[in-house]
């Protein structure tokens, strides 16, 4: 790495340049690709937007059928979601005790439209496929979810591929039975939401009120297949207890507040380096700034940004200096012995390292802890602060290091 220093220096600013012009709100041509490719994604308490929360009624749903039904209803609501367009929408189960929900959070779309869009219980229905020409028809049956008892994964006792298998009422049947007698060798489509979920293609006609649907899809395909069934199936109605519109003025007023939190602990953080460790503290400063813009280059590639999420950003920004302060005072204790500055700055990151590698390995553990565990608003916080733990260690270890081998040795020469 030494013989290598400034090359590799040069290249990782070069990088963090590109960085920079990425997630800085320019608008002047060709430096606006970052605001073309790759627009900021801000969440509901940013931009204002909708909360809802559904509770599910279970009365009549066996205890075995509850979570593909709350996943069946989660993967519902999302499709039904998307419709609006909305970057990164929230819709995740909750449970207590007995109670079961479904949050909703919507960023930059008005309550009452999000809550006409939702509706109430998805609706599963058969149809038949009529060909008219080159363009195709779905004729309405009266076969619908209401039924339809269940549909379950199975597999081939043989080769082991999954599928889906229904099971009708008695009613249900007698209707699934005359459906498939007059479509034999024709598709039948099964419309979940008015959107065709599988168009199946019966081989024989069906009787029993048991039917299997086979085909050339994943475990995960036949898992989601048995959720949408299940979800317009099974008798699991939805009941709004709770709406909430968040302001845009508050959002932005919100945001406005956390970047000026974040610059001016930035230039706190610079300042307290430079006058504490003088020319170490101008690599550490420097160190911060490519931090700073390669991160925010990783949240605007993939992350929604929330205010929980730019707090745990902010916290980052500090602990991004913790390894710096423990490598430079270990390196000064070294050349208090008199060895050469090369050496001094060799031993210093040697002896740091440990405790480094342990306090971001504790923090990342308790980040991902807080990820899997915690709402979405926790989320956000646990999810900026981890990538942010992450960046840090590779400026504090390698960027830094690579300053102090490079004025090191251009001193020594």
Sequence with gaps: MKKHARLILTGIVLVAALAAVFVLPISKKPFDFGKQIAPWRLGLDLVGGSHLVYEVDMSNVTASDRDSVMSGLKDVIERRV???GVSEPQVVTA????????????????????????GETPML???????????TAFLPTQLTGRYLKKAQMTFDQTIGTPSVSLEFNEEG???FEELTGRNVGKPIAIFLDGQPIEVPTVSEKISGGT?????????????KMVERFNAG???APMELVSQQTVGASLGQESLKKAVNAGLLGTIIIMLFMLAYYRG????????LIIYIFLSLAIF?????????????????????????????????????KGISKSAAIEEGFRRAWPSIRDSNISTGITCAILFVTTSSFVKGFALTLGIGVLVSMFTAITVTRLLMYTIALKAKK
Excluded: C, H
Aim: net charge negative; no cysteine; charged share 25%.
């Design 82 to 84: 998307n419709l609006f």
């Design 95 to 118: 449970r207590e005790g007995d109670s079961y929900r479904l949050i909703v959070e919507l960023a930059g779309i008005p309550v009452d439209q999000a809550i006409k869009q939702i």
């Design 125 to 135: 229905d058969f149809r038949e496929v009529i060909e008219v020409g080159t363009s």
């Design 173 to 175: 049947a007698a209707l």
């Design 211 to 223: 039917a299997q649907i086979t085909g050339k899809f994943t475990t995960d395909e036949a898992r």
């Design 233 to 235: 199936a099974l008798s």
């Design 280 to 287: 170490f503290g101008l690599y550490a400063s420097i160190a």
């Design 300 to 336: 605007k590639l993939g992350v929604t940004m929330t205010l929980a999420g730019i707090a745990g950003y902010i916290l980052s920004i500090g602990m991004a200096v913790d390894a710096n302060v423990l490598i430079f005072e270990r390196t000064k204790e070294e050349l208090k």
